[in-house]
């Protein structure tokens, strides 16, 4: 039986093999929304900037003090909101590149057709979210730097590392339960759908003998000799 899976989401990509399935593209609300938060934190050091020190801190030891300082350029400033959107466009450019590799080898999931888009989906899920995370964390590191004293506590840091690898284990688990609930919705399709074709499908039996007349029942798929 051949499965046709159909894919809404922007960017999906179409894979032919023992059966049709659209390969999920990126998750482009979580990249959307990470792009939010780096340009909120980029205007707001926008805002800043005039009345910011001309030596800033880049730099803190484990104890949450400044240890190394730079003068005040627009890289020194504008570097946590910088690298955060250099993150985001890898993080994007491997979810948009999943896909086309997928069409390119024509490689199917162990599982079926349905269990590897549904594994890309989730993966799709994972890379997006994880994006979104990574946006606040730089966004916190850019404005602490910013607004806070140099001199501060460990905790500024420990605390937002701690929530990002907590935000991405969450991220990583409903992946997971989403990739299960749709690989158990498909089964559960493709039993009714065998289901529904019934016996009432099978072909007829072929004539008993040469020029005998037959009576052909569909449902059983015998052949019984008329009476002559």
């Avoid at 800043?48 to 400044?66: I, R, T």
């Avoid at 005040?72 to 491997?94: C, D, E, N, Q, R």
């Avoid at 994006?131 to 607004?147: P, Q």
Wanted: glycine residues 10%.
């Amino acid at each position: 039986m051949t499965e046709t899976h159909r894919d809404t989401s922007p960017g999906g990509v179409t894979v032919s093999g023992a059966s049709a399935s659209a390969v999920p593209g990126p998750a482009y609300g979580w990249y959307v929304a990470a792009a939010v938060v780096v340009l909120a934190a980029a205007g707001a050091g926008a805002v800043f900037y005039p009345a910011l020190p001309q030596s800033l801190p880049v730099h803190w030891n484990g104890a949450g003090q400044a240890d190394s300082y730079a003068p005040k350029t627009i890289w020194s400033v504008f570097a946590a909101p910088l690298i955060a959107l250099g993150m985001l466009l890898f993080l994007l450019g491997t979810a948009a590149l999943i896909p086309r590799l997928a069409a390119l080898s024509g490689q199917l999931h162990a599982g079926g057709p349905a269990a590897h888009t549904a594994n890309i989906r989730a993966t799709q899920f994972f890379l997006g979210g994880t994006a979104f995370a990574l946006s606040m964390l730089f966004a916190w590191v850019a404005l602490r730097g910013w607004l806070l004293p140099p001199d501060g506590s460990a905790l500024e840091f420990v605390l937002p590392t701690v929530a990002l690898f907590l935000a991405m284990a969450g991220f990583g688990v409903v992946a997971l339960r989403r990739y299960r609930r749709e690989v158990a919705g498909t089964s559960d399709a493709a039993a009714e759908d065998e289901r529904a074709e019934g016996p009432g499908d099978e072909p007829d039996a072929p004539a008993a003998g040469a020029g005998d007349p037959v009576i052909r029942w569909r449902s059983a798929a015998t052949t019984v000799p008329a009476s002559t």
